[in-house]
């Protein structure tokens, strides 16, 4: 099964609000990571936050990180239009059987209305 | 150049068909990975070269052979796939040897339809 299990699956918000993502994960973690896809294409790394990190901030995102919970957030403030894709978090094994691999959660579809 | 090319873009072939996909870097990077994307999941991962040897194998079917002749090309060659191998195929390359500490870099993928 997949390393990560995100909510909402779907979110669909105005211009301007804020948006929640929150990523849940299994194993032990090197580093979590978010992604952006647009239209099923390539996907675009958008913060990567350390398992000694708690919080990181880059332009209009926040990630969070609880390790004792297995889980983080992602946080896109003041939303546009252009935001709207799918976001997945993706975590990066420490050891076992997920050591040097990249796994990505179940993913959640953001869509911003004008 | 912080690009990874992947052609063809798109991809239609026969049950019986053999064909290459073909990933490129020139980042100097020593990780490339391999993922199937289905439509509306998230990537799996199928296979990860780290300084162009094969350490990860996500037990996929031999029909999907990949190969590394360089620390730039990645290739994926397929041969006899079923039409449930209909997907996105992506890859991706970062600065570590398969360790993933860092930020992958992904291409746009080649959308391969089998027929």
């Known amino acids: 099964s997949q390393q990560g299990e995100e909510d909402p699956q779907a979110l669909s918000i105005q211009e301007g609000e804020n948006a929640t993502m929150n990523c849940s994960y299994k194993?032990?973690?090197?580093?979590l990571q978010w992604y952006r896809q647009n239209s099923g294409r390539g996907l675009v790394h958008l913060i990567l936050?350390?398992?000694?990190?708690r919080e990181k901030h880059s332009g209009r995102l926040r990630v969070t990180l609880d390790t004792s919970k297995k889980s983080s957030s992602l946080l896109i403030t003041a939303s546009r239009a252009a935001d709207t894709a799918s976001y997945f978090c993706?975590?990066?094994?420490?050891?076992?059987?997920?050591?040097?691999?990249?796994?990505f959660g179940q993913g959640t579809i953001l869509t911003v209305h004008p | 150049d912080t690009e990874v090319t992947q052609t063809p873009k798109h991809l239609v072939m026969g049950m019986t068909n053999k064909k290459s996909l073909k990933c490129e870097q020139h980042?100097?990077?020593?990780?490339m990975y391999w993922y199937k994307q289905k439509a509306k999941k998230p990537p799996e991962l199928m296979f990860v070269?780290?300084?162009?040897?094969?350490?990860i194998n996500e037990s996929v079917p031999s029909r999907f052979s990949p190969e590394c002749p360089n620390s730039s090309l990645l290739n994926l060659h397929l041969h006899a796939l079923q039409p449930e191998d209909s997907a996105l195929y992506l890859c991706?390359?970062?600065?570590?040897?398969?360790?993933?500490?860092?930020?992958?870099?992904f291409g746009q993928g080649t959308r391969l339809t089998v027929v």
């Open positions: 980042m100097g990077h020593r990780a």
């Open positions: 993706a975590t990066a094994g420490a050891g076992g059987t997920s050591y040097g691999k990249l796994t």
């Open positions: 194993t032990s973690i090197n580093n």
């Open positions: 070269y780290s300084y162009e040897k094969l350490s």
């Open positions: 936050i350390r398992s000694n990190e």
């Open positions: 991706a390359s970062n600065l570590e040897g398969g360790i993933a500490y860092t930020e992958a870099f």
